[in-house]
């Protein structure tokens, strides 16, 4: 049972991999130059997160929605702990990043309060932002 429903997960990601997000217009690439321009089309720079991993300790948490082990609008500020995040995102590279703020849309985990700093464990769903040093 546990076996299939491995599987199943795989091919989910597998699956939602391989959707197309260019948009439904025509265009012809030859030579590395696109005939027609299309500005719904996203440079290839631009990365969308599938699943991030956050670990490690920070100083403040804010949260919107809170629940026992899902909690949304998230945001996490670690300016003197250590708060880490690695994950997969779209086109399909793997990233690993030390940093100070982190803003989650959807977070399935847990937040240890016995006093600062927090505890982090928990792993986010959704394009999340993040810097790594204070402008």
């Known amino acids: 049972m546990r076996k299939g429903w491995v599987i199943g997960i795989i091919v989910l990601f597998i699956s939602i991999g391989n959707l197309s997000s260019v948009s439904s217009k025509d265009i012809s690439i030859s030579d590395d130059k696109i ?3 299309n500005p719904e089309i996203e440079p290839l720079d631009e990365y969308e997160e599938i699943i991030t991993f956050i670990e490690g300790w920070c100083d403040l948490i804010r949260v919107k929605r809170r629940g026992i082990f899902i909690h949304f609008d998230v945001e996490l500020y670690a300016d003197t702990w250590g708060l880490i995040i690695k994950g997969i995102r779209k086109p399909f590279n793997t990233f690993e990043e030390d940093v100070l703020k982190v803003n989650i849309p959807c977070f399935i985990g847990i ?3 016995m006093g600062q700093p927090y505890r982090v464990d928990g792993i986010a769903f959704g ?9």
């Open 35 to 37: 005939l027609e321009y």
């Open 127 to 135: 394009n999340i932002e993040w810097i790594t040093e204070w402008s």
């Open 111 to 113: 937040f240890s309060n």
